[in-house]
């Protein structure tokens, strides 16, 4: 947008103090490189102040040589008696006289800029050719002040130039403001090798640490409006994708009522109070977001944080056998080991669902977090599959076996950061796996597992590589997809 052309008076002179020319009137001029803070220079700097009586414009030309200056004379006075005068002491001493000027003052020197001859303007060519280096501020001052001149009377160039002034934001895209997922781990890695800590974070907690942090630290610049955004959480039930619709606060509420599962089994209070049902998540979700009148707000992710930091205290002084604690889910239940990266898990997903809902980039967690959560699901593989079939949504066994002995057998492969290899047992969850008796192999992405297990994608969507028994891999699939809730 361009405002009115700028009136200069008829006695402005043609060049600015700093080098700049008079821009052409009613013509817009495309900002550069600032060029050196001339400006700073008193020599340049304006006068603030009125004069009283304006002076005529100094004359350029030289002054004529001056005349000696004569100054008059002290009268000669008559000499005195040296006896009556009581300075006759001094009268000895020479008296200074004014001498006169004996050459006329030299002419001033021709200054730097009356000497300058001006040469002629660059070519259309040439100009036209610098645009690119003007867009990378590479051009010398002489050559941007030239560029810009150019650009004010010649409309294709002014347009390259522009197109040009926006292609250099591409050549360095721009990055998320979250930091990498292994640099917190190896921050803490380092400061622990100079300085063991004295209560070591169990390893098994250390994921629920690392991405209660991160989801934490996106939150922290959440306003009310973000606080409010619209979130679809999406999980996998009877055989289809089911929905609902909360805002991220809502999320942060869930997520603590659910961590409050694992705050009773260690015996803290309960984030809901005494009156909260028992057991099932989602029942206790529902009662959380039932019991407010008013919309949850951002005041909810202290009481959330807080708690997280409570259960990660709680097990580094509990020692080693409190891993084996068992947690109420309703309808299972799980170790406190295993318990902890089940948080851990959620939290990544949810705070995914909440990057997508404002719009923001959020990475995976680290490979070794990342493997670790993939072991548990393709661990509660099995157990998924054998309730399936005991609900009659997989096919029946094919062959029963005793606990302990190889049964048939499919072999996921998870590629990518944290992936590796993992057996399932088809038949029984007490088979034990067997690459002898392997009837089907299933090969996705770690991300891609992840999403499925938590069910935001469906069986069929799942792009796998896909090779043998096809019953067996859809029923595996779908005992994945099984393994989320809301």
């Given at each position: ?248 606060a809502g999320v942060i509420g869930h997520l603590l009522t659910v961590d409050g599962l694992v705050a009773a089994a260690l015996g803290l209070d309960d984030p809901l109070g005494p009156q909260a049902p028992p057991g099932d998540p989602t ?163 770690g991300t891609e597992f992840c999403q499925l297990a938590a069910g935001h994608i469906s069986p069929e969507e799942a792009a796998a590589g896909q090779h043998g028994d096809r019953e067996a891999i859809r029923d595996v699939l779908f005992a994945a997809a099984s393994l989320s809730r809301l």
């Amino acid at each position: 947008m361009t405002g009115p052309a700028e009136e200069f008076p008829d006695d402005f002179p043609e060049d600015f103090p700093d080098g700049y020319q008079r821009p052409v009137s009613g013509s817009a001029r495309i900002p550069g490189p600032r060029g050196p803070a001339d400006d700073l220079d008193p020599r340049h700097a304006p006068d603030p102040l009125p004069r009283e009586s304006p002076e005529p414009a100094p004359d350029r030309t030289s002054p004529p040589a001056r005349e000696p200056s004569r100054l008059p004379l002290p009268e000669q006075s008559p000499p005195s008696d040296p006896s009556s005068d009581p300075s006759s002491d001094r009268s000895s001493e020479p008296t200074p006289e004014a001498s006169p000027d004996p050459s006329p003052d030299p002419s001033p020197e021709p200054s730097a800029e009356n000497l300058a001859v001006p040469g002629p303007p660059p070519s259309h060519a040439v100009l036209k050719s610098l645009l690119g280096a003007w867009a990378l501020a590479a051009c010398s001052a002489d050559e941007t002040r030239a560029v810009e001149d150019h650009l004010t009377e010649c409309a294709p160039c002014a347009e390259e130039a522009l197109r040009l002034r926006d292609a250099v934001g591409l050549l360095q895209p721009e990055e998320t403001l979250d930091l990498k997922p292994l640099l917190r781990s190896r921050v803490l890695e380092d400061c622990l090798g100079r300085r063991p800590a004295r209560i070591p974070v169990p390893t098994w907690a250390t994921p629920y640490d690392t991405e209660t942090a991160r989801l934490d630290a996106l939150l922290r610049d959440f306003g009310d409006a973000e606080w409010h955004t619209p979130v679809r959480l999406k999980w996998f039930e009877e055989e289809r994708r089911q929905t609902r619709r909360t805002t991220v606060a809502g999320v942060i509420g869930h997520l603590l009522t659910v961590d409050g599962l694992v705050a009773a089994a260690l015996g803290l209070d309960d984030p809901l109070g005494p009156q909260a049902p028992p057991g099932d998540p989602t029942d206790r979700t529902e009662h959380f977001w039932n019991s407010h009148p008013h919309p949850t707000t951002r005041q909810v992710r202290e009481p959330w944080r807080e708690q997280g930091h409570t259960l990660i205290r709680t097990v580094s002084f509990a020692g080693r056998g409190v891993a084996e604690l068992a947690v109420d889910y309703g309808h299972f239940a799980l170790p406190l080991a295993d318990a902890f990266l089940e948080r851990a898990f959620e939290c990544w997903v949810h705070a995914w669902d909440i990057a997508e809902a404002v719009d923001y980039p959020y990475e995976a967690p680290s490979a070794p977090h990342l493997h670790q959560m993939i072991d548990l699901a393709a661990r509660l593989l099995p157990g998924a599959l054998a309730e399936r079939r005991r609900a009659g949504l997989a096919a029946p066994a094919r062959g029963l076996v005793a606990a302990g002995a190889p049964g048939r057998t499919l072999h996921l492969e998870i590629e990518g950061a944290g992936g590796g290899g993992w057996d399932i047992a088809l038949d029984s969850p007490a088979a034990k796996p067997s690459a002898e008796h392997t009837v089907a192999h299933v090969a996705l992405e770690g991300t891609e597992f992840c999403q499925l297990a938590a069910g935001h994608i469906s069986p069929e969507e799942a792009a796998a590589g896909q090779h043998g028994d096809r019953e067996a891999i859809r029923d595996v699939l779908f005992a994945a997809a099984s393994l989320s809730r809301l």
